[in-house]
């Protein structure tokens, strides 16, 4: 199977990218002694954990790696070929508007005046922001695979646009409110993996394209929240 190498790269240099950040994330911003300067120093451990890079990274390298590995489009026709055979006349569309609930409950608690870490104004920019450099990248995942022969046989697009922007929208949930509701800022996880789970079951996705959709949705507010705060942070140290 001819391996593709623009497509692997992406991803790649995506990864490095926010790797590299978080090498440089892990030394302190000189700013004069203040609340502001706490946080601007602590930034990197909210968004470039170890864990916080390798999980939606590997899920973002399972897809791509696609069309070298041939387990994967086995793994992926086996589901799709059990959900068709199981599931024939399965639709809906609540996948469509699911997609939107993680992103659109921030705003919902900042109409209800729920604490969150960010400003309503803030929200909006880092809104924005992530779905920019998702659909950014989506993109040109999607211009690349479409001349790629594995990525095609279902009639598929890879990676899931659904499923990139519930998990982007899920990343924000979590960030507003891991610092105030832990096990409540993971619940939008739950909802972009039953949008995942339902474009399977709608026959529009196979796995590796929900999964590399989840990892590039997550990993897009993560560096979407590090642009902002970096940003913040410099604006802050002009003024003193």
Same mark, same amino acid.
């Given at each position: 199977?001819?391996?593709?190498?623009?497509?692997?790269?992406?991803?790649?240099?995506?990864?490095?990218?926010?790797?590299?950040?978080?090498?440089?994330?892990?030394?302190?911003? *000189? @700013?004069?002694?203040? *609340?502001?300067?706490? +946080? $601007?120093?602590?930034?990197?451990?909210?968004?470039? #954990?170890?864990?916080?890079?390798?999980?939606?990274?590997?899920?973002?390298?399972?897809?791509?790696?696609?069309? $070298?590995?041939?387990? =994967?489009?086995?793994?992926?026709?086996?589901?799709?070929?059990?959900?068709?055979?199981?599931?024939?006349?399965?639709?809906?569309?609540?996948?469509?508007?699911?997609?939107?609930?993680?992103?659109?409950?921030?705003?919902?608690?900042?109409?209800?005046?729920?604490?969150?870490?960010?400003?309503?104004?803030?929200?909006?920019?880092?809104?924005? &922001?992530?779905?920019?450099?998702?659909?950014? +990248? &989506?993109?040109?995942?999607?211009?690349?695979?479409? *001349? =790629?022969?594995?990525? !095609? #046989?279902? !009639? #598929?697009?890879?990676?899931?646009?659904?499923?990139? !922007?519930?998990?982007?929208?899920?990343?924000?949930?979590?960030?507003? @409110?891991?610092?105030? *509701?832990?096990?409540?800022?993971?619940?939008?996880?739950?909802?972009?993996?039953?949008?995942?789970?339902?474009?399977?079951? !709608? %026959?529009?996705?196979?796995?590796?394209?929900?999964?590399?959709?989840?990892?590039?949705?997550?990993?897009?507010?993560?560096?979407?929240?590090? =642009?902002?705060?970096?940003?913040?942070?410099?604006?802050?140290? %002009?003024?003193?």
């Amino acid at each position: 199977m001819k391996f593709n190498l623009p497509l692997c790269v992406l991803p790649c240099l995506f990864l490095l990218f926010t790797f590299k950040l978080f090498a440089q994330d892990t030394t302190h911003i *000189n @700013l004069p002694a203040s *609340n502001s300067s706490i +946080v $601007a120093e602590k930034h990197s451990s909210r968004y470039f #954990t170890p864990a916080g890079i390798v999980i939606p990274g590997t899920f973002l390298l399972y897809g791509c790696l696609k069309p $070298a590995i041939t387990g =994967i489009q086995r793994i992926d026709d086996d589901i799709l070929a059990s959900v068709k055979r199981n599931y024939p006349d399965f639709h809906t569309k609540a996948d469509d508007y699911l997609m939107w609930a993680p992103s659109a409950s921030i705003y919902l608690m900042d109409a209800l005046h729920v604490k969150t870490t960010h400003s309503f104004t803030e929200h909006l920019i880092l809104d924005a &922001g992530s779905m920019a450099i998702a659909g950014g +990248v &989506g993109f040109v995942m999607r211009k690349i695979s479409k *001349n =790629i022969e594995v990525y !095609n #046989t279902h !009639n #598929t697009k890879f990676p899931s646009g659904h499923t990139t !922007n519930a998990f982007r929208g899920a990343e924000i949930f979590h960030q507003e @409110l891991k610092g105030i *509701n832990p096990l409540l800022s993971y619940s939008g996880y739950l909802v972009a993996t039953t949008v995942g789970v339902l474009r399977i079951y !709608n %026959k529009e996705h196979v796995l590796s394209e929900v999964l590399a959709g989840a990892g590039l949705g997550i990993l897009s507010t993560k560096l979407t929240y590090w =642009i902002f705060d970096s940003a913040k942070a410099k604006k802050k140290k %002009k003024q003193y």
